[in-house]
């Protein structure tokens, strides 16, 4: 959020929001030592102010959710709920850590650090602090529409940028900042961790089959209504 140009970010886990803050913090924060007092990071939606969010510009960027899913899955397995960096095996004490995608699919809570610590135990890579690895992991697994749409259905927010389109996006979101506040703000965006994994037909051939598809339409089935998404052959090239 900056108080000088007006505006707030929603930042949603697995939709470029690496590449977003980044973005922000490099025109904002030239000195990343000497970040200026009005550029606050809030944990909570409900740290801001209701005067704020009426009056500044409110942003979000969103992902289709089934490469957003697939990301989602690799991010948290890879480096964050398991031993060994997700190697998926504890030789001496027998059963892989590894969760299969299948069973993501099916239920994304198949990820919940409660469960990869119970079975089987040696999985586990946090012993302490448990309640922020569970908040860490639902971040990610959660849908996106619950941080755009209030309670009633309505959108909260002025502009929904797309992570298909980000770069373009991103650049109207910064038109629409600077015609609104008379401001000169500046952002270039470069999409971070680019490759495979962000093309949609690509994640689609590597991870899914026909039951994969429907778990995971069926977990997100709110981020496909809300906001038009089609399956990942369709936006390949949207």
Not at 139 to 159: E, K, P, T
Request: charged share 20%; glycine share 4%.
């Amino acid at each position: 959020m900056s108080d000088r140009y007006r505006f707030i970010y929603i930042r949603l886990p697995k939709a470029s929001s690496s590449s977003v803050v980044r973005a922000l913090r490099r025109m904002l924060c030239p000195n990343v030592h000497a970040c200026p007092p009005d550029l606050l990071e809030q944990r909570s939606l409900s740290e801001v102010s209701a005067e704020k969010w009426a009056a500044y510009i409110v942003f979000t960027a969103v992902r289709n959710p089934f490469t957003r899913a697939a990301s989602a899955y690799s991010f948290l397995t890879a480096r964050h709920l398991f031993n060994k960096l997700g190697t998926g095996n504890d030789a001496p004490r027998g059963k892989p850590c590894a969760v299969p995608f299948s069973e993501f699919a099916a239920s994304s809570h198949a990820l919940s650090h409660r469960r990869v610590c119970a079975v089987p135990p040696h999985c586990c890579a946090f012993v302490e602090d448990t309640g922020w690895v569970e908040h860490f992991v639902d971040l990610h697994i959660s849908d996106q529409a619950h941080a755009v749409f209030d309670a009633a259905g309505r959108n909260a927010v002025d502009f929904i940028a797309r992570t298909e389109h980000l770069v373009a996006d991103m650049a109207e979101v910064v038109r629409i900042i600077n015609a609104r506040e008379g401001s000169a703000l500046n952002i270039t965006i470069k999409q971070l961790n680019a490759g495979p994994h962000l093309d949609a037909a690509a994640v689609h051939k590597r991870m899914y089959d026909a039951a994969t598809m429907r778990g995971v339409a069926k977990q997100y089935a709110v981020d496909l209504l809300r906001f038009g998404f089609l399956e990942p052959l369709a936006t390949a090239t949207g």
